[in-house]
């Protein structure tokens, strides 16, 4: 006899109260990276900045010229923000930067020379918010393989690709300084941290490695390391002029420059699992043997490991966002280790973890 499946007791009126309240926090809080994204068009972070760390809601009407009966409409979308812990409000109607807010100051360069507002506007634009409306479409639907993503079936474009380039070069442009400001950003910290992991190295080829800036900093803390930039040729042609590094403009998919180590930094989560085993089989041969000291550096998430609470959570919601927009993952320690394993690597080390993302290092 088949067994039924367990009843649910009835909630109770507390379970009941509670449940509605998350199920309104879980509608609507998009509202809070909306009043995030209006923060940075309005300059909120740099204004605060510019009046030394430390301002009043009346201090920041005037600062940004805003009409002065929107004084107390700003005043609602600060507290939200003060409740996101974006900013800080030691007094009533006086707000303070913190980290994240001061990430988002205009002019100020952190580790790597990152300008974090791009994630903010790309991640809050029109064409993101659209292709996650779509999601239920998208599963409905019966593709043929490869499965576009959400974001090409709504678009018709491929997110960083020319055809995004010809459907809307503005929001094309934004899209790339987004990517650039999530590579660049931590470095300096890697390097810090993780000081060993390019300890010994004589050379290093950084897999899309952009306009260099990655490559310097190693360059500047390891002068002796000899390292090549590849990247596309659109990429190299407007790479700055570098005596520090060697740019090679070509495609990951095809030749990998020979090196003692081999980087790829946030590369493979834009990547399904047989596009990176190919990647990886290429990097495989771009290196020596384990004994000569050959290695592959992946700087990536590594989705609970041993991650809990709010950074598992933005592990997972990076993990959605590639699903929306692209046709890659993000990746747990059992998925990287088969990919290894399928692109003939005989082992890896989980390094060190910073943040939601993990430093890896990878063996022939």
């Given amino acids: 006899m088949a067994g039924h499946a367990p009843t649910m007791a009835v909630p109770t009126d507390a379970q009941l109260i509670k449940a509605q309240a998350d199920l309104w926090r879980h509608s609507l809080c998009y509202f809070t990276p909306m009043a995030l994204r209006c923060a940075v068009q309005l300059g909120i972070p740099t204004a605060i900045h510019r009046l030394g760390g430390t301002a009043s809601l009346s201090d920041l ?76 479409d998208w599963f409905k639907k019966d593709l043929a393989l490869p499965l576009p993503s959400p974001f090409e079936e709504v678009h018709g474009a491929t997110i960083l690709e020319e055809s995004m380039t010809l459907l809307d070069p503005e929001s094309d442009k934004l899209f790339h300084q987004a990517v650039a400001a999530h590579d660049h950003m931590g470095i300096g910290t890697i390097l810090r941290e993780c000081h060993d992991l390019f300890k010994g190295l004589d050379s290093l080829t950084d897999c899309c490695g952009g306009d260099g800036t990655t490559a310097r900093a190693i360059v500047e803390a390891f002068p002796h390391i000899k390292c090549h930039v590849l990247d596309l040729p659109k990429v190299i042609e407007k790479a700055p002029p570098s005596e520090a590094v060697n740019y090679v403009a070509g495609d990951l998919f095809h030749s990998i420059p020979s090196a003692q180590a081999v980087m790829l930094k946030l590369v493979l989560h834009f990547w399904s699992d047989e596009d990176c085993v190919n990647i990886l089989s290429h990097c495989k041969k771009a290196i020596p043997s384990r004994e000569a000291g050959g290695k592959l550096i992946i700087i990536d998430i590594v989705v609970d490991h041993p991650s809990s609470g709010e950074m598992l959570e933005t592990q997972l919601l990076m993990d959605v966002l590639m699903l929306v927009c692209t046709r890659g993952r993000q990746r747990d320690e059992n998925d990287w280790s088969s990919i290894f394993t399928k692109a003939g690597f005989s082992d890896y080390k989980i390094v060190k973890m910073l943040g939601a993302r993990g430093i890896i290092e990878v063996y022939p």
């Fill in 61 to 136: 009407v005037t600062a940004l010229s805003l009409p002065e009966s929107k004084t107390p409409y700003l005043g609602r979308i600060m507290r939200l923000l003060v409740t996101s812990d974006v900013l800080s409000s030691p007094e009533d109607g006086i707000y303070c930067l913190l980290p994240l807010s001061y990430l988002l100051v205009e002019g100020v360069l952190i580790d790597g020379e990152a300008h974090q507002e791009a994630i903010v506007l790309a991640a809050t634009s029109r064409h993101y918010l659209e292709a996650a409306l779509g999601l239920a």
